[in-house]
């Protein structure tokens, strides 16, 4: 079992950045694949980006490509989502999820385990 902790959110402007941090408990954290997942008002959770157990591939949704990267560090238990040229539009509470099942990177249902999340808010 792992428990997720995310930190980093805040209020910036369009073309801004932000630096999104998930700490993870547990001694086993380069096991799970990581993902980041954001929820807009009145709009359901949606993928964002995932990287897999080693960090050898990574996954984005297509509003996010060439803007947002994932990594992450094994030796310290934690995932990151560096958020650059922020858009209006990315306005949500962005929150991050694990599993070490073989399930889809893209899927809500293909977590076990979500942090409780931090909120986004982009002014224009």
């Known amino acids: 079992q792992v428990q997720l902790a995310e930190s980093g959110g805040g209020l910036v402007q369009a073309g801004g950045s932000l630096r999104l941090s998930c700490a993870a408990s547990?001694?086993?954290?380069?096991?799970?694949?990581m993902g980041w997942f954001r929820q807009a008002p009145g709009k359901e959770r949606e993928f964002v980006a995932a990287i897999t157990w080693g960090g050898g591939s990574t996954y984005y949704v297509d509003s996010v490509k060439g803007r947002f990267t994932i990594s992450r560090d094994n030796a310290k238990n934690t995932v990151y989502l560096q958020m650059n040229s922020l858009k209006p539009e990315d306005t949500a509470v962005y929150s991050c999820?694990?599993?070490?099942?073989?399930?889809?990177?893209?899927?809500?249902?293909?977590?076990?385990?979500w942090g409780q999340g931090t909120q986004v808010t982009v002014s224009s």
């Open positions: 547990g001694r086993t954290f380069s096991s799970y694949r």
């Open positions: 999820a694990a599993s070490q099942r073989y399930s889809s990177a893209y899927s809500v249902g293909g977590y076990d385990y």
